[in-house]
């Protein structure tokens, strides 16, 4: 079995992680969440008014500001729901978890003893070179 098979067996055994199982059940909650989709619905329709009130030769500045204002209400809406809390939670903790992932790649990469790889504190950036260390 070479390396590529054996990362996709641990990407399958990843989806069992009580992380990623968290993340996708929030997602699913979400996506039946029919005031949520609505509002999600909303949201992307007064983004097109915005682009097309904006690309205007002549824009009007007080349609463009309230469009402004009700594009903001919906996304504090939206980001303040239940659901996308919970989804944002869980959305943080497999950001997380991927950034160890990658982190314990990269040292082995790097010659390092992907065994000694600590959690990357602070938020992995993916790239060695901005990094004080994770291990």
């Known amino acids: 079995?070479?390396?590529?098979?054996?990362?996709?067996?641990?990407a399958a055994a990843m989806q069992t992680d009580p992380r990623y199982l968290?993340?996708?059940?929030?997602?699913?909650?979400?996506?039946?969440d029919e005031e949520l989709q609505k509002m999600i619905g909303e949201f992307n329709l007064q983004r097109l008014d915005l682009n097309r009130a904006s690309a205007e030769t002549e824009p009007d500045s007080a349609r463009?500001?309230?469009l402004n204002q009700k594009i903001n209400d919906l996304y504090t809406q939206i980001m303040s729901s239940e659901g996308?809390?919970?989804y944002n939670a869980a959305k943080s903790e497999c950001e997380a978890m991927v950034n160890h992932i990658d982190a314990i790649i990269n040292t082995a990469m790097n010659g390092g003893d992907p065994m000694t790889v600590q959690a990357p504190q602070g938020g992995c950036t993916g790239s060695c070179a901005?990094?004080?260390g994770c291990h």
């Open 130 to 132: 901005s990094c004080s």
């Open 22 to 32: 968290e993340l996708d059940a929030a997602r699913r909650m979400n996506d039946a």
């Open 84 to 86: 996308m809390v919970r």
């Open 1 to 10: 079995m070479d390396c590529i098979d054996l990362f996709k067996k641990a």
């Open 64 to 66: 463009i500001a309230e």
